[in-house]
């Protein structure tokens, strides 16, 4: 029986990987045997078309430390690590991927930081062996545009190899591709943070799950999380400035009506436009509070959603 209370537990999503999650085990195993300290190994099978379920299960009979979360259906990487978050009952909680390119032997080195008293530490591929079109540069763009928004200063926000506090990535949501931005949700919390070298392997077996479409969903995660960012706390001050910038509009709207009423230059049709927009405005300035509202009740009373559902 494993203890309630662990030291490390290691997060691993998994799609498609029946070639690789024997190898990622034994390596993730040999390297935390040499810590002397309780962990576990928590993989979640997002979903995989293969026979990796099935390796996963012939592993978990040999070793009781491997917990194996499956989803329905293909939610994502997200999901999966959140999924993964939520199982976690180590005190420090290690992310990474599980195609082999993360490589195990960096876990001891990402924990001594996290022993040095910061909350998240994040692995910076510096010598990455991935196609340079496909992946380099759209990483590359990706990471200037995230560090600019977030202003969490890394030179490598899409490395999953990722190490954090039990009770910061506890706090943390996830959905889309948000696991991208964890530093920067980390930051909300006021989290510590710093990046260290980790090495990056080339693919052996199977296939990439990225393609270019992931970018353009990359960058609409990333319009939001700019909004998250800048008005969880308090989005009614948001919504507060669109409605005074409606009514602000409908207010001179009003006086240039006015204006051509009273120099009796009879355009009915013009007056009748104007009189109609500044109704428009009003209205649109009462939504925008209204909404306003309803998002601070949301950020203050919203129970945490699951944006994925686990096969028993």
Not at 5 to 20: H, M, Q
Not at 161 to 167: G, P, Q, T, V
Not at 258 to 278: G, K, Q, S
């Amino acid at each position: 029986m494993l203890e309630n209370k662990l030291n490390i537990s290691i997060v691993v999503p998994i799609y498609n990987e029946e070639e690789n999650v024997a190898l990622l085990h034994s390596a993730i195993s040999e390297v935390m045997r040499g810590l002397n300290q309780s962990y576990e190994i928590i993989m979640v099978d997002d979903g995989s078309q293969d026979g990796t379920l099935t390796q996963l299960r012939r592993i978990q009979k040999t070793d009781p430390r491997l917990r194996i979360i499956k989803f329905r259906g293909n939610f994502g990487q997200s999901a999966a690590m959140a999924a993964g978050f939520e199982a976690a009952r180590g005190e420090f909680v290690v992310a990474m991927d599980g195609d082999l390119q993360n490589d195990p032997k960096d876990i001891p080195m990402l924990l001594r930081k996290l022993e040095e008293g910061f909350d998240v530490v994040s692995g910076w591929r510096k010598n990455r062996k991935d196609k340079l079109v496909l992946r380099k540069i759209p990483s590359k763009i990706a990471n200037r545009l995230i560090c600019s928004i977030t202003g969490v200063r890394l030179h490598d926000t899409g490395c999953s190899l990722k190490a954090f506090r039990r009770e910061v990535i506890k706090r943390i949501r996830l959905y889309g591709e948000l696991h991208r931005f964890i530093p920067a949700l980390a930051k909300l919390e006021g989290a510590r943070i710093t990046e260290v070298v980790v090495n990056h392997h080339p693919r052996k077996f199977g296939k990439s799950k990225y393609n270019i479409t992931r970018t353009f969903r990359v960058l609409m995660d990333l319009t939001s999380l700019n909004l998250f960012l800048k008005h969880l706390r308090n989005p009614v001050r948001f919504f507060g400035s669109l409605a005074l910038i409606a009514l602000m509009i409908a207010f001179f709207t009003t006086i240039w009506a006015a204006r051509i009423w009273m120099e009796n230059n009879f355009e009915t049709a013009t007056i009748n436009i104007l009189i109609t927009l500044v109704f428009l405005l009003v209205f649109t300035a009462f939504q925008f509070v209204f909404i306003g509202l309803l998002a601070s009740l949301i950020v203050h009373t919203g129970k945490k959603k699951l944006f994925y559902l686990i096969e028993s």
